[in-house]
Structures are given as C-alpha cells and as structure tokens.
C-alpha cells in the first residue's frame, strides 16, 4: 500500500471549476474510506467530503455542499473531487486521505482517523 497521489490542482478564477484526482493503488475500495481534506495558509485542516466504500454513502461539507461532486473509478482505484463554482475561501492545499475500513460517521470528519496521505495539490481561487 502506498500514499495516495493528488493532480488536478491550479489557478482558477471565482465562479470557475477544477477536478481533483486522487489514486490510490493497492488500498481497500471494497470496504474503506477516502476523503479530502484541505487547508489554507493560517487556518485549521478543514474536512470538505467522505465516501464510505460498498454503499456507505457520500458526506460533504456544508461550505462546499451542491458545488463539490464526489466520483470514483473502481476499476483505476481512483476519485474525482469535481469542484464548481469555486469561490476565493476554497483556496487551499487539497488532501486526499485513506483509511483501508469503514469508518463510522462519527469518525469521518476528522483527520486523525485516516492512515494515508497524499502530498497535498494546491488549489487556488482569485482573480
């Protein structure tokens, strides 16, 4: 197993989109959990969304809620972070983060339950 790897990052105006992608060779898509996290320069780790594999279900973020569409490729053990919308307050270092079991919802919103990260993709937002 390794660190899941980001793209997909840059410079975007306000009102634009990006998509995030996120691999993840040799983790659990069967049974585990991604999420994507981020953080801006002085501020907190904030959780933006969570899949829980197998039918788990898919939690967003209130602040990015109807903008930001989780998708996933099982096949390439990939996910898509399909952001719209985007706003000046989404500027940030984007994670993508793995833990290889279900975690329950209580657990998913904070990062220290996840086992890997990536490096982290810069996105962004200005004009």
């Known amino acids: 197993q390794v660190h899941p790897v980001e793209s997909g990052g840059g410079l975007v105006h306000p009102g634009g989109s990006l998509r995030l992608s996120c691999q993840a060779p040799?983790?659990?898509?069967?049974?585990?959990?991604m999420a994507w996290f981020r953080q801006a320069p002085g501020k907190e780790r904030e959780f933006v969304v969570a899949i829980r594999w197998g039918g788990g279900g898919t939690y967003y973020a209130d602040s990015v809620k109807g903008r930001f569409t989780l998708s996933r490729d099982n096949t390439k053990n990939t996910v898509y972070l399909q952001m719209n919308r985007l706003e000046r307050e989404d500027t940030a270092v984007y994670y993508c983060v793995v833990h290889n079991r279900r975690l329950i919802l209580s657990a998913l919103r904070n990062g220290i339950h996840y086992d890997y990260w990536g490096q982290g993709t810069q996105v962004t937002v200005s004009s």
């Open positions: 040799g983790h659990n898509f069967n049974g585990g959990t």
